[in-house]
């Protein structure tokens, strides 16, 4: 863990200086403010904790997980902190603005009321960055910081010698606003308001900043709360609630319908469905028995289970898949903001030509005042408070428009990931299907009436629990209504249901248990389970009364928007490819009917075979993008280049994704990827207008025709530039 960061430049120096010691390969992650190293055995970890130490930052080693508290979301101290700093100095910077720019608001002694309002900020609520610049002058570092730092300072310690040494605080004293050049009046001249309004505005950047970091472990705790909290242990024949953590290897415990499974482990007695979609994708649950291997996480659809213990703690599937998310998001490429890394040139530049300036002026003129006048100019005009404020208020104005069309854009470093990415990975299940089965289709024998077949199949199925009589009762009851009750109700697991409803003895389920009662499909009703099966979807056969009436598909419904979704990816220049834990056929046919080509199908993918997925196509030399929603898919969102997660999704998915699609429709991932490009367009508009105007201004202000206070107009005329550009992307539309 490494503390002290204030940007990105900062973490290449940690990293530059930790590969500089012998067989360390280190990685600096400034958004997760951790440092992934590899070392020799001759290496030590007190070595390379001091290595930081010396380089001006802490660092310590990260607690294992399983003894990390996990922190409120809410508490975030240093963000609060900034915020009351950003908040004080805002309220006391506005009236000193307001009283040198607005001659008029000018009384008498008014200058000493803005020294008493100055002071506070400048000593106060800039010191983050003199803390900032000073380490960094200890270690022969320039940044971001120590041009505030020295800007800021120099127009504080100018109006301090104007007010106490020169006529600047004589009673009376006007300051007027001109935008002529007056180089000999310096002894009367304060700037005060530079002072405090630079301090303020670099505050709301960086505050602005803070608000969009993403926040370290969020993911790993996500995937760690979905296991179960506490379990029943069978003790001596009897049930005993334990906290899930004290299970041991070779622990039998019960499993009740509803109830998560506590720990990866093998069935010793009961039959059930297992819902296994958060953790595998998988849409249809599947049927376990005796024997059977579970896995922690996962949902008891059925009936009661006996499971015995196999694996526990760090050993689990979900403990594996944490620890994947953790590797892929640390092993990104480190973060680097666009203005921290001009920056590292352009500030050691302009502090050597104030310098120059100084001497030029000096040698030239012999004028002390004028002298330091133009290097003071020097100093304001390039205060990169635009520069600080190009990344946060486009990123702000961004993501609040985004946030109004169901988009959540996690930070700047998510813009880079969107203009390089060429592949976007669907994952099928809850991304570009519904996630849930639902009834599709109703094939019948000759005579026989379809309403009648759903009336009789729906209102058995009914009184099932199992995810796909859920959906054949709830598409009946859509269909026809009312259903009758069933009488004789019997649940034969593995095969389907039986019992009587309005006299008839209905039997819903597998074609083999039609063949237990010596029963067969005619073959108008086989060819259509066929091509239902062929299809990838379920086929449940229905008869009454000793004859097979009808045949019935459910499956994962397609959304009625990912055809159209799949057509926008494509005209924004990504090649769509379907990634599925499902079989061939059913990611075949899913394909097919939102337009995605066949040799872009990857199907029969585990969990944790989906990052390999990503990795290879990243190694084929592609920028990826992945769409998913699932516990499964959290490691592959943040090993992707740009993740983009469905917010209809678990809480893990989100959180390691870059991107959040509030509405669950899969439209919006084109919407995403269309305004993150719209913001890194402004952000880089920003940047270079930023620039564009130092480049132009530091020579006018070197030749002496830019005093400080028309220096100060000018940087704030910058700012409001800079922010006016930003509030442009409110006007970003999602494509109808």
Same mark, same amino acid.
């Given at each position: 863990l490494i503390g002290g960061m204030t940007c990105a430049s900062c973490a290449a120096r940690v990293e530059k200086k930790l590969n500089r010691m012998d067989g360390v390969t280190a990685t600096v992650n400034y958004a997760t403010e951790k440092a992934r190293i590899t070392y020799p055995p001759d290496v030590e970890v007190a070595d390379l904790i001091t290595t930081v130490v010396r380089t001006g930052y802490t660092a310590e080693e990260p607690a294992p997980p399983q003894e990390e508290a996990p922190a409120p979301q809410e508490a975030d101290p240093e963000a609060a902190a900034l915020r009351r700093r950003l908040t004080v100095s805002a309220l006391l910077a506005l009236p000193v603005v307001l009283l040198a720019m607005v001659p008029p608001l000018q009384f008498d002694n008014w200058q000493w009321l803005s020294l008493t309002l100055t002071a506070p900020v400048v000593v106060w609520g800039a010191a983050p960055f003199h803390r900032a610049a000073w380490t960094n002058l200890r270690h022969g570092a320039a940044t971001m910081d120590t041009l505030v730092s020295v800007g800021t300072l120099a127009a504080f310690g100018w109006s301090l010698w104007a007010l106490f040494l020169g006529d600047a605080g004589m009673p009376g004293m006007r300051h007027p606003f001109e935008l002529t050049v007056t180089r000999t009046d310096g002894a009367s001249t304060i700037y005060l308001e530079v002072a405090a309004g630079v301090t303020a505005f670099i505050l709301l950047g960086r505050y602005l900043e803070a608000r969009s970091k993403r926040r370290a472990g969020a993911a790993l705790r996500a995937l760690m709360e979905l296991g179960a909290k506490d379990v029943a242990v069978l003790r001596d024949g009897r049930e005993v609630r334990i906290p899930a953590e004290r299970l041991a290897v070779g622990d039998r415990f019960v499993v009740r319908p509803?109830?998560?499974?506590?720990?990866?482990?093998?069935?010793?007695?009961?039959?059930?469905?297992? #819902?296994?979609?958060?953790?595998?994708?998988?849409?249809?649950?599947?049927?376990?028995?005796?024997g059977d291997s579970v896995t922690g996480a996962t949902v008891n659809a059925g009936g009661r289970l006996v499971v015995e213990a196999t694996r526990i703690g760090a050993d689990t599937r979900l403990a594996r898949m944490a620890k994947l998310v953790e590797e892929a998001q640390n092993g990104n490429a480190r973060v680097q903001r666009l203005a921290d890394r001009i920056s590292g040139i352009?500030?050691?530049?302009?502090? &050597?030509?104030?310098?120059? +300036? =100084?001497?030029?002026?000096?040698?030239? %003129?012999?004028? @002390?005042?004028?002298?330091? @006048?133009?290097?003071?100019?020097?100093?304001?005009?390039?205060?990169?408070?635009? *520069?600080?404020?190009?990344?946060?208020?486009?990123?702000?104005?961004? !993501?609040?428009?985004?946030?109004? *069309?169901?988009? *959540?854009?996690?930070?700047?470093?998510?813009?880079?990931?969107?203009?390089?990415?060429?592949?976007?990975?669907? #994952?099928?299940?809850? !991304?570009?299907? !519904?996630?849930?089965?639902? &009834?599709?289709?109703?094939?019948?024998? #000759?005579?026989?009436?379809? +309403?009648?077949?759903?009336?009789?199949?729906?209102?058995?199925?009914?009184?099932?629990?199992?995810?796909?009589?859920? $959906?054949?009762?709830?598409?009946?009851?859509?269909?026809?209504?009312?259903?009758?009750?069933?009488?004789?109700?019997?649940?034969?697991?593995?095969?389907?249901?039986?019992?009587?409803?309005?006299?008839?003895?209905?039997?819903?389920?597998?074609?083999?248990?039609?063949?237990?009662?010596?029963?067969?499909?005619?073959?108008?009703?086989?060819?259509?389970?066929?091509?239902?099966?062929?299809?990838?979807?379920?086929?449940?056969?229905?008869?009454?009364?000793?004859?097979?009436?009808?045949?019935?598909?459910?499956?994962?419904?397609?959304?009625?928007?990912?055809?159209?979704?799949?057509?926008? &990816?494509?005209?924004?220049?990504?090649?769509?490819?379907?990634? %599925?834990?499902?079989?061939?056929?059913?990611?075949?046919?899913?394909? $097919?009917?939102?337009?995605?080509?066949?040799?872009?199908?990857?199907?029969?993918?585990?969990?944790?075979?989906?990052?390999?997925? /990503?990795?290879?196509?990243?190694?084929?030399?592609?920028?990826?993008?992945?769409?998913?929603?699932?516990?499964?898919?959290?490691a592959a969102l943040a090993q992707a280049d740009l993740g983009l997660a469905m917010g209809t999704g678990t809480d893990a998915a989100i959180e390691a994704g870059d991107l959040t699609l509030v509405r669950g429709d899969l439209r919006a991932a084109?919407?995403?990827?269309?305004?993150?490009?719209? !913001?890194?367009? @402004?952000?880089?508009?920003?940047? =270079?207008?930023?620039?564009?105007?130092?480049?132009?201004?530091?020579?006018?202000?070197?030749?002496?025709?830019?005093?400080?206070?028309?220096?100060?107009?000018?940087?704030? =005329?910058?700012? /409001? =530039?800079?922010?006016?550009?930003?509030?442009?992307?409110?006007?970003?539309?999602?494509?109808?």
């Open positions: 509803g109830e998560k499974i506590a720990t990866d482990g093998t069935v010793l007695e009961g039959v059930s469905a297992v #819902d296994a979609s958060m953790l595998t994708g998988e849409s249809v649950p599947v049927d376990v028995t005796v352009f500030v050691p530049v302009v502090l &050597l030509i104030a310098v120059g +300036t =100084f001497g030029a002026w000096l040698g030239t %003129t012999g004028d @002390t005042v004028a002298a330091f @006048t133009a290097a003071v100019a020097v100093l304001i005009i390039a205060c990169p408070c635009a *520069l600080g404020l190009a990344t946060p208020t486009a990123l702000m104005v961004g !993501t609040g428009r985004g946030a109004q *069309l169901g988009i *959540l854009i996690k930070g700047p470093e998510v813009l880079e990931s969107t203009r390089r990415v060429d592949t976007v990975v669907l #994952d099928k299940t809850g !991304t570009v299907t !519904t996630g849930r089965m639902t &009834l599709l289709a109703v094939h019948t024998a #000759d005579g026989t009436d379809a +309403t009648e077949v759903l009336r009789l199949a729906g209102a058995l199925e009914h009184a099932s629990e199992h995810p796909v009589a859920r $959906a054949i009762a709830a598409g009946a009851a859509d269909r026809v209504g009312t259903l009758p009750a069933p009488e004789d109700f019997v649940n034969l697991p593995g095969l389907g249901v039986q019992g009587v409803v309005d006299g008839h003895a209905v039997l819903v389920g597998r074609e083999k248990l039609l063949a237990e009662w010596a029963m067969e499909l005619p073959a108008g009703l086989a060819r259509a389970k066929a091509d239902a099966e062929a299809a990838g979807r379920t086929a449940i056969a229905v008869a009454w009364d000793g004859e097979a009436r009808a045949v019935v598909e459910v499956a994962d419904a397609v959304k009625d928007t990912s055809a159209e979704a799949v057509t926008r &990816l494509r005209a924004l220049g990504l090649t769509p490819v379907l990634l %599925t834990g499902d079989n061939k056929a059913v990611a075949g046919s899913v394909a $097919a009917e939102v337009g995605i080509a066949a040799e872009h199908v990857i199907a029969d993918v585990m969990p944790e075979d989906k990052v390999d997925v /990503v990795k290879r196509l990243q190694n084929e030399g592609r920028s990826v993008a992945m769409v998913g929603d699932g516990v499964n898919d959290a084109a919407d995403a990827i269309r305004l993150a490009r719209r !913001t890194l367009g @402004t952000i880089r508009s920003n940047l =270079f207008w930023a620039f564009a105007y130092n480049i132009a201004a530091l020579p006018l202000a070197a030749a002496g025709l830019l005093n400080p206070m028309i220096a100060g107009a000018a940087m704030a =005329f910058s700012s /409001v =530039f800079v922010v006016g550009n930003s509030l442009r992307l409110r006007g970003f539309k999602a494509a109808n």
